[in-house]
């Protein structure tokens, strides 16, 4: 049996992904019951993911942060973020 083209398989208007959203939207499960379409689950999903990545790059800029106050790697800053960013004196 061949396999559709993956624009068709993740077509939430058909395809596998309405197959799964078909077959969990009696039980609730995975969130799909709060859901009025599997259209409407997909983009929360899309949103769950960028709400994770962004915090994920947050995170790992507050650990860098901690890590440059860690080294040493410090200093007094002019009150203007950005002239003390280009003058080299935040970076390394």
């Known amino acids: 049996m061949a396999t559709a083209p993956i624009c068709r398989r993740l077509d939430p208007r058909g395809g596998a992904i309405q197959v799964f959203y078909r077959r969990n939207e009696a039980t609730g499960r995975w969130g799909i019951a709060s859901r009025s379409s ?40 002019s009150g203007d973020f950005t002239a003390d960013m280009c003058t080299g004196r935040g970076a390394e």
């Open 38 to 77: 599997a259209s409407e689950y997909v983009r929360d999903l899309i949103r769950r993911d960028m709400e994770r990545r962004d915090g994920h790059f947050l995170q790992d800029a507050i650990l860098t942060g901690y890590r440059d106050l860690a080294a040493g790697r410090v200093f007094a800053s």
